[in-house]
């Protein structure tokens, strides 16, 4: 199993772009989640899924869309993106029982907006 | 929002040194984990706590999950240089919604060979 992936791993954008960032697991997971981690900050969850077409928002989901068409993937959408979304997010899985909540992380993406 | 308040900051000691971090929450949790992360990469998970009072090791690492439910505590024995990194906790929260795991800021470890 390759666990969870995530493209692109680093990507410089300017204001005003957008972009996708890819977040795919092999675990059969239901549950998927997406970070953002800026120093000092620790990991804050911005969006996060349930199950396939099932998504809710998290601490800070402003800026940022999703949506999960099937189990695997799990794509995170910057529409327009903004200097304060520079930061290095992080997309995880996990079974999302009701006794197990041991998220499993990608190796992250390094977004740079300028 | 729920937070998590976590201590140390940062942390420098020499290679053999025993190490205590802990995490304390305002709020009840329901479960605690600790993870790792190390430099350009995802955190990794440590050790998974879901019962109040639990303690449990993962080689030289030893976690509990504190009696009144709002705190957590890991412990590292005989620290080696490959024990740096940041050491986060997570919990998940009673209400909220127990799918929104909330971390902590991360303790940040330096062992000196």
């Known amino acids: 199993n390759a666990g969870v992936t995530q493209t692109p791993k680093f990507q410089v954008l300017k204001t005003g772009q957008s972009m996708t960032l890819q977040c795919a697991q092999d675990?059969?997971?239901?549950?998927m989640s997406w970070y953002r981690q800026d120093p000092g900050m620790g990991l804050r969850l911005i969006h996060y899924s349930v199950g396939a077409g099932i998504t809710d928002q998290g601490e800070v989901p402003n800026g940022y869309n999703v949506s999960r068409s099937t189990t695997e993937d799990f794509p995170l959408r910057l529409l327009s993106a903004a200097p304060s979304q520079t930061s290095v997010y992080f997309c995880?899985?996990?079974?999302?029982?009701?006794?197990?909540?041991?998220?499993?992380f990608g190796p992250g993406t390094r977004l740079t907006v300028t | 929002g729920q937070q998590l308040n976590q201590s140390p900051q940062s942390m420098f000691i020499q290679e053999g040194e025993d190490v205590s971090m802990n995490c304390t929450s305002s709020s009840i949790f329901n479960t605690w984990l600790w993870y790792k992360q190390e430099p350009g990469e995802g955190p990794v998970l440590l050790i998974a706590?879901?019962?109040?009072?639990e303690l449990t090791s993962n080689g030289r690492l030893t976690a509990q999950f504190g009696i009144t439910r709002k705190d957590s505590f890991l412990n590292i024995s005989a620290s080696i240089p490959s024990d740096v990194g940041i050491y986060f906790c997570a919990g998940s929260p009673t209400q909220g919604g127990s799918e929104k795991l909330v971390f902590g800021k991360g303790t940040k470890l330096t062992v000196n060979p």
């Open positions: 706590l879901y019962k109040a009072g």
């Open positions: 675990m059969n997971h239901e549950y």
């Open positions: 995880a899985s996990s079974k999302g029982t009701a006794i197990s909540y041991e998220q499993y």
